[in-house]
């Protein structure tokens, strides 16, 4: 069962801290769930080019919570040592820069619409609030602040 812990005041994402979470974040399931969303939307697309992006999102998730996340996500299994840099506590506007290129190159990958584009980096931009005490906002109703 997964556990997860928060500071007695949180600011930001990095007073959230994931302590237990053996599968849905270990790199191995990570691996596993985005061959399996492959083979589960291959034949309801009947399109490889269709069906690529499904894999390619959840692997996205795994790469984008190691290098943003604290260490949590155990390698290969339960008892293997936790990965992650920890960006979100540490430098948090260098992880919604990476976050913007990372979600520029998929958009260009797939050749989404100007709009698309937009609506990404804007959603990436508005997310820097929870991200980093720096930046002010309400921040009230998170977990464990007065609501």
Same mark, same amino acid.
């Given at each position: 069962?997964?556990?997860?812990?928060?500071?007695?005041?949180?600011?930001?994402?990095?007073?959230?801290?994931?302590?237990?979470?053996?599968?849905?974040?270990?790199?191995?399931?990570?691996?596993?769930?985005?061959?399996a969303?492959?083979?589960?939307?291959?034949?309801?697309?009947?399109?490889p080019?269709?069906?690529?992006?499904?894999?390619? #999102?959840?692997? %996205?998730? *795994?790469?984008?919570?190691?290098y &943003?996340?604290?260490?949590?996500? =155990? !390698? +290969?299994?339960?008892?293997?040592?936790?990965?992650g840099?920890?960006?979100?506590?540490?430098?948090?506007?260098?992880?919604?820069?990476?976050?913007n290129?990372?979600?520029?190159?998929?958009?260009?990958?797939?050749?989404?619409?100007?709009?698309?584009?937009?609506?990404?980096?804007?959603?990436?931009? #508005?997310?820097? %609030?929870? *991200?980093?005490?720096?930046?002010p &906002?309400?921040?009230?109703?998170? =977990? !464990? +602040?007065?609501?």
């Open positions: 069962m997964k556990k997860t812990t928060t500071e007695p005041v949180v600011r930001s994402v990095s007073d959230i801290h994931l302590a237990y979470i053996p599968f849905s974040h270990s790199t191995a399931s990570g691996l596993v769930f985005a061959v969303g492959y083979v589960i939307a291959r034949p309801l697309t009947n399109s080019v269709l069906t690529m992006p499904v894999g390619t #999102a959840v692997v %996205s998730h *795994l790469i984008l919570d190691l &943003a996340c604290a260490r949590h996500a =155990p !390698g +290969a299994g339960i008892d293997q040592p936790k990965l840099l920890g960006l979100y506590g540490g430098t948090p506007f260098s992880a919604i820069v990476i976050e290129v990372y979600g520029a190159f998929c958009w260009w990958m797939y050749q989404g619409s100007r709009p698309l584009l937009v609506v990404i980096l804007l959603f990436n931009v #508005a997310n820097l %609030s929870l *991200l980093s005490n720096a930046v &906002a309400r921040k009230h109703c998170l =977990p !464990g +602040a007065p609501c």
